[in-house]
């Protein structure tokens, strides 16, 4: 199952854990800015997790920064801000490179199926139902082995994935574009989605800001998230002049 340190692929990952006998977390480093908080806070998951149910975490590679350059996705720099919205993180070719190598990787060692933590909120054309359909015919083509690509919280908004994890320690994991030290920073558009999503599902918030507007979300009283979200605009990876391998 493809996991990150964020919070939806934790709670996926117990629910798998419930549901088969064995399952193999992968996460895939990708060379981006917040990889290293991100696998720290996954570590720290995993062995509060303790499932007999859960493998050796694995490691794959699928760099992006010789394509991506000096994108705020690699450099950090002017990261998408708190009222950015979700249009502003979007990352071309991001979940194409994910699923075509974890799932070479899943049938080289006969693991019949790839989950991921995607929710219905994603608006990039690698989210769609019919991505991950397509995704599953090319890898069974490709590797001569069919793999089911299992997406079971597509339904999803964030805060109902919090309701149904409740009882983890989601301050654990990281959801944040730019984190400071291993802190979210609070004053990214990722923060953002996660302080009014434990808002929303009147969950505490036990996550550690740094700061910024994350840090000052209300504990209580009317919920108004992203209000400024009609100025949301997308961050796009422009196009290189020269390439240079990793």
């Known amino acids: ?36 908080a991100e696998i720290a806070c996954l570590r720290s998951f995993l062995r509060a997790l303790r499932s007999p149910r859960l493998l050796p975490l694995a490691f794959i590679d699928a760099p992006m920064s010789d394509l991506y350059g000096r994108h705020w996705s690699t450099s950090g720099r002017r990261a998408p801000g708190f ?10 070719g991001r979940n194409l490179s ?51 690509i299992r997406t079971p919280f597509r339904g999803l908004a964030k805060d109902e994935v919090i309701r149904r994890g409740n009882d983890l320690p989601l301050h654990l994991t990281l959801s944040c574009a730019s984190p400071r030290r291993g802190r979210h920073c609070g004053r990214c558009c990722k923060c953002a989605e996660r302080a009014w999503a434990f808002r929303r599902a009147g969950v505490p918030d036990r996550t550690d800001y740094a ?8 504990v209580s009283g009317r919920i108004s998230p992203w209000p400024a979200a009609g100025r949301a605009r997308t961050t796009r990876v422009a196009a290189k002049k020269t390439t240079r391998a990793r």
């Open 1 to 36: 199952m493809l996991v990150s340190g964020g919070l939806d692929s934790a709670v996926l990952l117990r629910e798998f854990a419930r549901r088969y006998r064995s399952v193999q977390p992968l996460y895939v480093r990708a060379g981006l800015r917040w990889e290293k």
């Open 83 to 92: 009222y950015a919205g979700d249009a502003s993180i979007y990352l071309p």
């Open 98 to 148: 994910l699923l075509s190598k974890a799932g070479t990787f899943c049938v080289m060692r006969r693991i019949p199926v790839l989950g991921s933590g995607i929710l219905n909120l994603n608006p990039f054309p690698d989210g769609t139902r019919g991505f991950f359909r397509a995704m599953e015919t090319a890898l069974l083509r490709g590797l001569g082995r069919p793999i089911r």
């Open 211 to 218: 700061g910024g507007p994350g840090a000052a979300v209300p």
